[in-house]
C-alpha cells in the first residue's frame, strides 16, 4: 500500500522580525494564537484548503513580513 502525498502549506512565523501587530491571529485565528506578550504561536498543522485565503492575506498584511507560508508534503 503507498501513500499518497500532496502539496501543503504551513505557517510559520520569523521570530526575529516580528514585532507582535498581532494582525495574523485576527486574520487565522485557527492557526495562530498570541501568547501573553502579543507574539504569535503557530500549530504547525498544515493549511487546510478553507484556509489558504486567509492565510495568504495573513503573509501579506503582516507589516514586519514576519508571517511566512511554507510548502510542505501532506499525507493523504
Given amino acids: ?41 503557530v500549530d504547525g498543522t498544515p493549511v487546510a484548503g478553507g484556509l489558504v485565503a486567509l492565510a495568504t492575506r495573513a503573509a501579506a498584511e503582516c507589516p514586519r513580513r514576519a508571517v511566512l507560508l511554507e510548502q510542505v508534503l501532506v499525507s493523504r
Fill in 1 to 41: 500500500m503507498t501513500t499518497r502525498q500532496r502539496i501543503g502549506l504551513r505557517v510559520r512565523v520569523d521570530p526575529v522580525a516580528c514585532d507582535a501587530y498581532g494582525y495574523c491571529a485576527e486574520l487565522l485565528p485557527e492557526r495562530v494564537t498570541l501568547d501573553e506578550w502579543g507574539y504569535p504561536i
